[in-house]
């Protein structure tokens, strides 16, 4: 499985623990019971003990040696009440927040923000917007960014025995992210591309090259690259570049051949997330890569979201690369 030897190992050297918000759905399940097979990666399961142990009985999994919370009788509620009022600064009162503590999402969500969790993975069975609000309410974002982002990680495997990995952001959270998203999301992604093994060479995609268009939308791609590019990021970067010239080198020697990046581009930011959407399933259905993600971006801790269609190898991966970046 692509890249989890470098992350297991990590992990070996510092275990983490990981809140499952679903914790009686048969595909988490599955994936607690393979990743109890070792001793790096932990998993806590948020429902009630009896309906854990019940489901898992019926889909045939071994979860022991899983910690199971219940919200219903957890010991430090109060405690996480007191500390999710504080947070919320007003905007909720004592009685509201013990009754969204009901709800695997932000109980969750608080068993990481107070330490009890390094990470949480959730969204199997409830949407991306309800993964997401809870972060963004609780664990909030790093000092300096404004915004959570999120990438794809895109996997092909060549007959030659060559693995070609990309990064590729916004494709999931932001609609039409402004210049100054744009920044962020680029450092972002290109970031966690590192985390994969790639030394990230970043282009910000249009459908001009170098002024060969004209519009709003090329200059926002425009000028989030002069914008990144004037703070001396620690990677290559170039913008705007349209998609042929930033990954063909006989294109990018027509169209830009004094560039570091045109040709060789290996972390395509898109300029919404139209675009980055359907450019990240072309790539999956018609170019053969596999996809991890999307994997957020800009949080305090790693808080990650799965798709609805998701199986249990795809938990079980998105499980570790999740506990990777904490």
Not at 59 to 88: S, W
């Amino acid at each position: 499985m692509f890249g989890f030897g470098s992350m297991i190992d990590k992990l070996k050297k510092d275990p983490k623990t990981i809140v499952f918000t679903e914790g009686t759905d048969p595909r988490i399940l599955e994936a607690s019971a393979r990743l109890l097979a070792g001793t790096w990666l932990t998993p806590i399961l948020v429902g009630n003990e009896k309906d854990v142990f019940a489901a898992a009985e019926e889909a045939g999994f071994n979860i022991r040696g899983a910690r199971i919370i219940d919200p219903e009788t957890y010991e430090e509620m109060d405690a996480m009440v007191e500390k999710m009022v504080e947070l919320r600064k007003g905007k909720m009162t004592p009685e509201q927040c013990r009754e969204a503590l009901k709800k695997a999402n932000y109980f969750g969500t608080m068993l990481v923000k107070m330490g009890k969790a390094d990470c949480l993975l959730g969204g199997a069975t409830y949407s991306t917007a309800d993964t997401v609000r809870p972060a963004l309410q609780l664990i909030k974002t790093k000092p300096g960014n404004n915004i959570v982002s999120s990438c794809f990680i895109l996997v092909r495997d060549h007959a030659t025995g060559d693995r070609e990995v990309l990064a590729m952001g916004d494709c999931a959270i932001n609609i039409r992210p402004s210049e100054d998203d744009l920044v962020e999301i680029a450092r972002e992604t290109a970031s966690c591309a590192r985390v994969f093994g790639v030394e990230p060479k970043v282009a910000f995609l249009s459908y001009s090259t170098h002024g060969s268009g004209a519009g709003e939308d090329v200059d926002k791609m425009r000028n989030a690259f002069n914008k990144l590019r004037a703070t001396n990021p620690d990677f290559d970067v170039d913008g705007e570049l349209q998609f042929d010239a930033a990954v063909s080198p006989r294109v990018a020697q027509t169209k830009c051949a004094d560039s570091k990046v045109a040709g060789y581009a290996n972390t395509f930011i898109f300029p919404d997330i139209n675009a980055g959407n359907i450019g990240y399933k072309i790539a999956q259905r018609l170019g053969g890569f596999d996809a991890y993600g999307p994997i957020l971006l800009g949080l305090n801790a790693p808080v990650n979201d799965l798709s609805r269609g998701c199986n249990a190898i795809e938990v079980y991966s998105m499980a570790i690369i999740t506990a990777a970046l904490s």
